[in-house]
């Protein structure tokens, strides 16, 4: 019989939460209690700012961390191929339906009019066809392609309204053969090794290349950051299955996804992207207007409620606020409402412990078996914790796999593995360096920790899992299901 909820701490939280830095959190008393709020993992947005302000931001977080005691993980988005129109002489125009529109690399890039703007992509003509659609701005101006003149693609506008400089272009379906990669990712790349951030996003991915070499762009750099593959292009969906074999992480960014396969697929399109990760034992984020009325208002829409809660139902791993926290009047509000949700939703759950995930799979790693059989027998027999001592978080990973109230608790000597599995749903860091050989000193140490967290009573079951090769890697090969002892005196 699977252990009933009440059994694991009052409230525990196990989905994420990711937020974004900005100029709404740069106050360090702002930043200290969006960590006391619940922000699991700090993304540092590379769109916007200058290299010292990805600096100063990382450092700040970093600072805050070490002060309340806890593990914060930061991810580095690159900015990727974001297509974009040039600016018009007056600032914005107003499109009429049914006009000529003309949009061209060539063109003034400060001279745009109602007639033509310029476009920072210079291979668009070559992307392009008679009768395509184009979307500006989200999808608020619609234009259908007329005729191809070198690089001058004319249009005749479907739907109108104001359009503003700099707004984003899309390919009603996709197509759009921008590299993911733009000479400004290359030196973000840097930065962010130099910066020792634990994930990088890279943008508008279209196939399995486009994310081994931004990995491979990282190695080079000294990075050892987990690679997170951003799905908002229809080429992605399309190879969805190579991209989750070769990412750490995957993110349904639904912004500029929903622009090119249409708002009313992106449901169906995010609950897959949700079950293919976690069936294949990757992470899974779900991102973008989670709670954006929040921007402004104090207290999310009924709706955004409703899309949060969904979103932790289907088993993602982290949910993310961008411009909420980033440029929101109330980004500590935004976490805590995201992290009632959150709560609210876990208790609603009705799997736990009724998993089918990989029952008939065969095992290629000692340690992947391990964590499955773990799973299997908390999920089976009354259990307050899971203890896993880990090099490098991987087998707690495999266990957040399976759906579970149990919290996982990953004892680590190493920093940069606490702060990667603050993106694990339902694993929860502690820095914890184990010399000792003698295991029930091992067991005695972790039980005093446990108790001093009031995480755990006197009584409980615990299972332990551990490897005889302690520093190694990959070495978890033994489980142990022990009873929490009080401490000796």
């Not at 805050?64 to 993980?73: K, L, Q, T």
């Not at 990757?282 to 207007?289: E, F, G, K, L, S």
């Not at 999920?379 to 899971?386: K, T």
């Not at 409980?460 to 033994?478: E, Q």
């Amino acid at each position: 019989m699977s252990q009933s909820a009440s059994t694991q701490p009052a409230n525990r939280r196990r989905t994420k939460i990711v937020a974004t830095l900005g100029p709404a959190t740069d106050d360090p008393a702002v930043l200290r209690a969006m960590v006391r709020a619940g922000m699991d993992v700090a993304r540092v947005n590379f769109s916007h700012g200058q290299p010292g302000d990805f600096a100063r931001r990382v450092e700040a977080i970093r600072a805050v961390a070490a002060e309340c005691d806890c593990h914060v993980g930061i991810l580095a988005d690159l900015q990727g191929p974001k297509l974009r129109i040039q600016r018009f002489a007056q600032g914005a125009v107003t499109l009429a339906e049914g006009a000529a529109f003309a949009l061209d690399p060539a063109l003034d890039a400060t001279a745009g009019s109602e007639a033509e703007v310029g476009v920072a992509y210079a291979g668009l003509a070559q992307d392009l066809s008679p009768g395509d659609t184009l979307l500006l701005d989200d999808g608020q101006i619609v234009l259908e392609v007329t005729a191809i003149k070198g690089s001058r693609v004319e249009t005749q506008v479907r739907t109108g309204g104001l359009l503003k400089d700099h707004k984003g272009l899309n390919r009603l379906g996709g197509g759009l053969s921008a590299a993911a990669l733009t000479d400004k990712d290359l030196a973000d790349i840097r930065t962010a090794a130099e910066l020792e951030v634990d994930f990088v996003a890279v943008s508008f991915v279209r196939d399995a290349a486009d994310l081994e070499n931004a990995r491979t762009l990282l190695r080079d750099a000294g990075s050892q950051a987990r690679v997170v593959a951003k799905i908002e292009r229809t080429e992605a969906v399309r190879n969805l299955e190579d991209l989750i074999s070769v990412s750490d992480v995957i993110m349904v960014a639904r912004g500029d996804l929903g622009v090119e396969m249409g708002y009313a697929e992106l449901p169906g399109i995010q609950k897959r992207m949700i079950r293919r990760t976690r069936d294949n034992n990757r992470i899974v984020i779900t991102a973008t207007q989670m709670m954006e009325s929040m921007i402004a208002n104090a207290i999310p829409t009924r709706a955004e409620v409703s899309d949060v809660a969904n979103a932790v139902m289907d088993g993602t791993d982290a949910v993310m606020l961008s411009a909420e926290t980033a440029v929101g009047r109330y980004p500590v509000q935004a976490i805590k409402a995201m992290a009632e949700v959150c709560v609210a939703a876990e208790k609603h759950l009705t799997e736990r412990g009724r998993t089918n995930h990989r029952m008939q799979d065969r095992f290629e790693r000692v340690d992947e078996a391990i964590a499955m059989a773990v799973m299997y027998t908390a999920n089976h027999l009354r259990v307050r914790a899971i203890i896993a001592l880990t090099e490098s978080g991987a087998t707690t990973r495999w266990m957040s796999r399976i759906r579970s109230d149990i919290p996982i608790y990953a004892f680590t000597p190493h920093a940069t593995t606490a702060r990667r599995v603050t993106l694990y749903r339902g694993v929860y860091p502690v820095h914890f360096d184990v010399t000792h050989s003698d295991s029930l000193v091992v067991y005695r140490r972790v039980f005093d920790e446990l108790l001093r967290r009031n995480l755990v009573s006197v009584g409980d079951s615990v299972i332990f899992t551990k490897g005889d090769m302690r520093g190694v890697s990959g070495h978890t090969n033994a489980m142990k299901i022990v009873e929490v002892t009080a401490a000796e005196r």
